[in-house]
């Protein structure tokens, strides 16, 4: 299946300062989803923004998509040492048929947030 | 109860065992999943059922084995498994499918089975 890509692969953050992870994708998308995952633990939903939409926020989390780029960022504002995960971007490998039902994962990116 | 439940946390087996792997939601979703994580890597999938009824197979050998025994329970027969079988397997359940356009896409997942095998 297919993979996004998202950059950095890894990050390395004073405790206080702000992340930006970014997430590029190469389909047609009606949703794209950020996920959080403690190291060996089981994945955390943050969020999701549809394609009609061009920002959304969530307590410190900020998430933009641009369609045209095929792109999305997730921004993280004063990061603390508890926000030290992989996150992940995501989306439906289709809005139809069998691709609906699949949810593809992006590369993630690997935050330590130092204290 | 918004909680994705799976048991054991831990498994170590030989290559000659069986043994299962289980997935227990009460949320009502009718879409669960079955995904397979190596280190460092993102979630690949394996299996998806929609109404008890496998719906995605992603040629899994079939050393791995789904059952879905009612809208609640989510099974992962293991026989016969390799060493590069050794991963996170993470289950996942959601209200409506990925790509539905109506909302409530979103995946919950539950802690995972640490799978080792010898």
């Known amino acids: 299946s297919q993979q996004g890509e998202e950059d950095p692969q890894a990050l390395s953050i004073q405790e206080g300062e702000n992340a930006t992870m970014n997430c590029s994708y190469k389909?047609?998308?009606?949703?794209l989803q950020w996920y959080r995952q403690n190291s060996g633990r089981g994945l955390v939903h943050l969020i999701l923004i549809r394609s009609n939409e061009r920002e959304k926020h969530s307590g410190r989390l900020r998430v933009t998509l641009d369609t045209s780029k095929k792109s999305s960022s997730l921004l993280i504002t004063a990061s603390r040492a508890a926000d030290t995960a992989s996150y992940f971007c995501?989306?439906?490998?289709?809005?139809?048929?069998?691709?609906?039902?699949?949810?593809?994962f992006g590369k993630g990116t690997k935050l330590s947030v130092i204290p | 109860d918004t909680e994705v439940t799976q048991t054991p946390k831990h498994l170590v087996m030989g290559m000659t065992n069986k043994k299962s792997l289980k997935c227990e939601q009460h949320?009502?979703?009718?879409?669960m999943y079955w995904y397979k994580q190596k280190a460092k890597k993102p979630p690949e999938l394996m299996f998806v059922y929609s109404y008890e009824k496998l719906s995605i197979n992603e040629s899994v050998p079939s050393r791995f084995s789904p059952e879905c025994p009612n809208s609640s329970l989510l099974n992962l027969h293991l026989h016969a498994l390799q060493p590069e079988d050794s991963a996170l397997y993470l289950c996942a359940s959601s209200l409506r499918l990925a790509g539905a356009v109506s909302g409530d896409n979103e995946q919950f997942f539950g802690p995972g089975t640490r799978l080792t095998v010898l």
């Open positions: 389909t047609s998308i009606n949703n």
């Open positions: 995501a989306h439906p490998h289709g809005n139809s048929g069998a691709g609906s039902y699949q949810l593809t």
């Open positions: 949320m009502g979703h009718r879409a």
